[in-house]
Every structure is written in structure tokens, then in C-alpha cells.
């Protein structure tokens, strides 16, 4: 079935080193979705993006969407220990009515 | 602070047991939505609700029976459920009910970690 591929499951970094996490689908997307889950918490949204080869910041954060609008990556510049969680995204498929959540990329960070 | 509120936190029940899970969201959406979240699993959408009307059961076991009586609550009555059942359940809500030229962002409760023994 239709569904989306989140790489990698996890990640490890030296405090200061760069994240990327890679979400992929087969099929043409609507829009995409990002959220964050700190340990022991709950997702909450970081951004949308909809228009294709769209590029979105958020201080250390950049968001992109790719220009076939079937995937997108979230890239953190310098992690901090504030980054440490899962970060997820979230895909409304085209012809759904409903977000389908990637597997998620658990980030731990070595200060 | 997380505009929706879910109780209780942590609940354990035995297989035999009736419980209810509760979310109230005070952010004046209109769709709730009950996702279970399992370790290694993607967020698995269960149910939603679009001004208090349910517009999706997705494909969940009948010992799961969700309860909207208005906008603002949710519930998720739980019986004779199985281990396997042992999960976080979150409650979520929108400004409007996900689709195809609507995509308001998901608020999410602090969830339910439910023990089934």
C-alpha cells in the first residue's frame, strides 16, 4: 500500500555536527509535515511545506520539499542537546484525507 | 503548554477490565483524532472526528469504542483489550479535519501510556 519511508531509524552525533533525516514516498504528495517527540513527550508540528522544491527555515533548521513533490528532508546545522528526539514527518497523499506518519529518525546527541 | 489535555497518563488494566481514556482540547478545532503510538511502529491513526461526527474508523478492533459528545471531548473506551494492546495513545485536534486542500497542523495531548496485563 501507499506509505512513507523516513531514513535513517536512527542517528548519533557529536554536539555540534550537522543531522539530516530523509522522508520518501513512491507517490506524488500533497503536502508534507514535520513534527518533534522530546523523550517522555508528545509530536509537536514543526512545519508544512506544499509547494514543490519549497524551502523553509527555522533558525538552525531547514526544511525542503522535493521539486517531484515525493520527498523531503529536514537538516539540523550545529545540533544542540536540545535537539535530541524523534522527528517525524507527516504525509497527506494525494486522493487521502489523511496524515500518514513516517517511521520517524530517533536523534541522540553526545555533548 | 499542549492546548489539548489528556487523563489519565498512565493507566494499567488487566484483560478483563472496562476503562476509559479522556482528551479534552481547549483550542476551539473542529476534528479530534485518536492515534496509538507502539515502539518501532509508525503513529497509527485509529479514529476521527469531524465536528463530532466520526469520519474514519481505521480498521480498529471493536474493544476500542470512541465517544465524541461535543467539539471540545474524546474518549476511548477500552475493554477486554489484549497485551499487544499496550501502547501511548494520543488524542489530537485541528483547526479542520485533515484532507486533500486542508492540512491544519496536528495538536497533539501528552498521551496515555496504557499497560494491558
Known amino acids: 500500500g501507499q506509505q512513507v519511508m523516513q531514513i535513517p531509524q536512527y542517528q548519533h552525533v557529536q554536539e555540534g555536527e550537522d543531522f539530516t533525516t530523509y522522508c520518501n514516498s513512491s507517490t506524488t504528495l500533497s503536502n508534507i509535515q514535520w513534527y518533534k517527540q522530546r523523550p517522555g513527550g508528545h509530536p509537536v508540528f514543526l512545519i508544512q511545506?506544499?509547494?514543490?522544491?519549497e524551502v523553509k527555515k527555522q533558525k538552525r533548521l531547514t526544511f525542503q520539499f522535493g521539486e517531484a513533490k515525493k520527498n523531503s528532508s529536514l537538516h539540523i546545522t550545529a545540533t544542540q542537546t536540545t535537539d535530541v528526539g524523534t522527528y517525524f514527518c507527516?504525509?497527506?497523499?494525494?486522493?487521502?484525507?489523511?496524515?500518514?506518519f513516517g517511521q520517524g529518525t530517533r536523534l541522540t546527541i553526545n555533548p | 503548554e499542549t492546548g489539548v489535555t489528556q487523563t489519565p497518563r498512565h493507566l494499567v488494566m488487566g484483560m478483563t477490565n472496562k476503562k476509559s481514556l479522556k482528551c479534552e482540547q481547549h483550542l476551539g478545532h473542529n476534528a479530534m483524532y485518536w492515534y496509538k503510538q507502539s515502539a518501532k511502529k509508525p503513529l497509527e491513526l485509529m479514529f476521527v472526528y469531524s465536528l463530532e461526527e466520526r469520519v474514519e474508523n481505521n480498521s480498529v478492533p471493536s474493544r476500542f469504542s470512541p465517544e465524541c459528545p461535543n467539539s471540545s471531548h474524546l474518549f476511548l473506551h477500552l475493554h477486554t483489550l489484549q497485551p499487544e494492546d499496550s501502547a501511548l495513545y494520543l488524542c489530537?485536534?485541528?483547526?479542520?479535519?485533515?484532507?486533500?486542500?486542508?492540512?491544519?497542523?496536528?495538536?497533539f495531548g501528552n498521551g496515555t501510556r496504557l499497560t494491558v496485563t
Open positions: 507527516a504525509v497527506n497523499l494525494q486522493g487521502a484525507q489523511k496524515l500518514v
Open positions: 489530537a485536534s485541528s483547526q479542520e479535519r485533515q484532507g486533500v486542500n486542508n492540512n491544519s497542523p496536528l495538536h
Open positions: 511545506l506544499v509547494k514543490s522544491g
